[in-house]
């Protein structure tokens, strides 16, 4: 219990160090070492969780089951990330087109937002798992529009929008829940996710079907599935770099763990068919759409934000098919790489001025190890090996063949050729353009570190995938109750 305190802790520090310190060279400092803090306690949590401890209930409404503590360990190395590159742009914060004001806010709003995405993925009912959702969504928007522009402004409040109208979607999903719990006059009432798992094959049938479809459109707003995403790319590309970390490597993983959450509920009832017969498909649907709209992109954090629409729709194929391993392996290999691809984004804007594709050339020339590391933060987003979206990506389309979806595996194809295609496009002209005429020298250094050891991660994580590691983790992520 002492390190889950300690968890929560460090981004606590960290926010009230943003709020009394005015200082913002003492604060990136603090920041930056908290975030590594942070990480070392969710080790300390996930690990013996991971290998089979019991799973344990935390102050009546959270838990820590395989789920749970996988998505912390993912969330403390995006928190760990961002805030280093954070740390380390804000050296003048005018760079990046904010000021030490902001840049203090940016810190303490992320710390925050860490708080609410960890209790987002350790909620242990649907109650609480709403609250989670939302403060989670009121937390981020102030980021987005941390640099003030008129288009940031509507970003923020496009997002609050739509998220709000997500949000009233999934409470309503919530209570149709309760109505079909309520018809099944079983005596008692909870909220509880496990609860609900253990009477969902008493539950009203009707009510509960109809409850799917807008757990789809609330959660599935936040996740960013298609149709309902077109706050995320505006969100995540003006937000300033390290947001953009966490809006795509955190933000987007709990509206797809709630999804998970709920979509237990449905398997142990009469209703587990809409998974794979209205999720699935919206998911590769996706995929697919994602792919054709990246093919036309002219923002550099743009491209990057369709590329997360995109690894949602695998995800949601994989919450359709309940692959515990393929999901958290997939969930795991996309914040890596577009925690990194984002923090490049970041350097880069700084470097250029811009992240217009059409103003940016020449990259390698500049910076030759800028050039290399986004070359191989598109490798990591594209799934191309030894990345870990290699091997999730080959694992789904694996398993919709074994399922016989095959209109679902082509369609994830299809999609995934296009990306690969338009993100190679893209970033080939920037990279191997003719030099630019801005900034004679490069001021990469240690700025590149952070998106480095992501994409280090990201490659070690692919590395390691074997059947026997993936049965393990099949039996450390698997549903169980709770003791």
């Given amino acids: 219990m002492n390190i889950v305190l300690l968890l929560a802790a460090c981004p606590v520090l960290i926010a009230v160090a943003a709020l009394c310190i005015r200082d913002l060279r003492w604060v990136r400092v603090i920041g930056a070492t908290g975030s590594m803090l942070h990480v070392c306690a969710a080790v300390a949590v996930a690990v013996p969780v991971l290998l089979g401890r019991p799973q344990t209930r935390l102050f009546a409404s959270f838990q820590l089951d395989g789920i749970s503590v996988w998505f912390i360990l993912t969330n403390s190395l995006v928190f760990a990330g961002a805030m280093t590159t954070a740390a380390l742009l804000l050296k003048d914060p005018a760079e990046i087109h904010l000021t030490e004001r902001s840049g203090r806010a940016l810190f303490g709003l992320s710390a925050l937002f860490i708080v609410a995405s960890n209790a987002v993925v350790c909620a242990a009912d649907l109650g609480t798992l709403w609250v989670a959702m939302e403060a989670s969504t009121l937390i981020t928007a102030p980021i987005i529009l941390l640099s003030g522009t008129r288009k940031s402004i509507e970003a923020a409040w496009k997002y609050l929008i739509l998220c709000g109208v997500g949000i009233a979607f999934a409470l309503l999903g919530t209570m149709m829940v309760m109505a079909s719990a309520q018809r099944a006059e079983l005596g008692t009432m909870s909220l509880n996710i496990e609860w609900l798992r253990s009477h969902a094959a008493s539950f009203n049938g009707p009510l509960l079907r109809a409850s799917f479809v807008f757990f789809i459109l609330g959660y599935g707003t936040k996740a960013g599935l298609f149709p309902v995403h077109s706050w995320l790319p505006d969100a995540h590309s003006e937000a300033p770099a390290p947001g953009s970390m966490l809006l795509s490597g955190a933000l987007l993983n709990c509206g797809m763990v709630s999804l998970w959450r709920i979509g237990g509920i449905f398997e142990a009832s009469n209703s587990g068919h809409l998974l794979s017969r209205l999720l699935a498909p919206m998911g590769a649907v996706t995929v697919l759409a994602a792919g054709l709209m990246l093919v036309h992109q002219r923002d550099l954090k743009r491209m990057f934000a369709y590329s997360s629409v995109e690894n949602m729709g695998l995800l949601a194929v994989a919450v359709g098919f309940r692959s515990a391993p393929i999901f958290a392996l997939h969930a795991l290999a996309h914040s890596l790489a577009k925690a990194s691809a984002f923090s490049l984004s970041g350097c880069i804007a700084r470097e250029f001025g811009t992240v217009t594709l059409s103003k940016l050339s020449g990259v390698m ?103 026997s590691l993936l049965a393990s983790l099949e039996r450390a992520l698997g549903s169980g109750g709770i003791r």
């Fill in 365 to 467: 020339r500049l910076s030759p190890r800028l050039g290399f590391a986004l070359l191989g933060a598109g490798a990591a987003v594209m799934g191309a090996p030894p990345f870990a979206a290699f091997a999730s990506e080959w694992l789904l389309l694996a398993r919709a063949a074994d399922m016989h979806y095959f209109a679902i595996a082509i369609a994830i194809v299809i999609g995934l050729a296009i990306s690969f295609v338009a993100v190679l496009i893209h970033l080939g002209r920037v990279v191997f353009g003719e030099k630019p005429g801005r900034a004679a020298k490069s001021r990469s250094g240690w700025s590149l570190i952070p998106s480095v050891v992501l994409l280090v991660a990201a490659a070690v994580a692919g590395i390691v995938v074997t059947p």
